[in-house]
């Protein structure tokens, strides 16, 4: 029996096995690579935070105590609503043995809401009660480092662009 050999490029195009090998990587990459692109949008949900106290935590406050005696109130989405990047400037060593009605009996006079001096916070606590954790809770980006969010997506997307292009030029060495 004779077999012709058929000269590179001749043939009349791409078998199935090619056909459906390039339907499946066209398919998973898409479906992937969306998902990755996207997944800032999940991993990084508005939380709400605020000052982390380390010394009213000692005390087994619950949060709301915490968020009364120590934050100051403002409004959020025209909601009454605890501070998320300042706290008051207290002595709060000084409250850790004490209840937190104990506390409030123990402040000095003068001492309400509109004569305490404030300061941002330096750490913070997330509430968990719907995320246990995300990049925002990891990575502290709150308080003025919103935008770094973004950052996160546009240096991705950068990575993307070159990588894409580079990978296919070192799949064919």
């Known amino acids: 029996m004779r077999q012709e050999r058929l000269a ?8 199935l096995h090619t056909s459906s090998t390039l339907t499946w990587g066209v398919m998973t990459w898409g479906l992937f690579g969306g998902m990755q692109t996207v997944a800032t949008a999940f991993l990084s949900p508005v939380t709400d935070h605020w000052c982390h106290i380390p010394e009213l935590h000692v005390a087994n406050w619950t949060k709301e105590q915490i968020w009364n ?76 480092k919103e935008g770094l969010k973004s950052l996160i997506q546009s240096i991705f997307m950068v990575g993307v662009f070159f990588g894409a292009p580079l990978g296919g030029y070192f799949a064919d060495r």
């Open 69 to 144: 005696y120590s934050l100051p109130r403002t409004t959020l989405g025209g909601e009454p609503h605890h501070a998320q990047c300042e706290m008051y400037v207290r002595n709060y060593s000084l409250v850790t043995k004490l209840t937190w009605e104990e506390a409030f009996l123990a402040a000095p006079e003068g001492e309400g809401e509109g004569g305490l001096q404030r300061r941002p916070c330096t750490s913070w606590d997330y509430d968990t009660e719907v995320f246990q954790t995300t990049l925002i809770s990891e990575w502290d980006l709150v308080c003025g």
């Open 8 to 15: 590179p490029g001749s043939l009349s195009g791409p078998g």
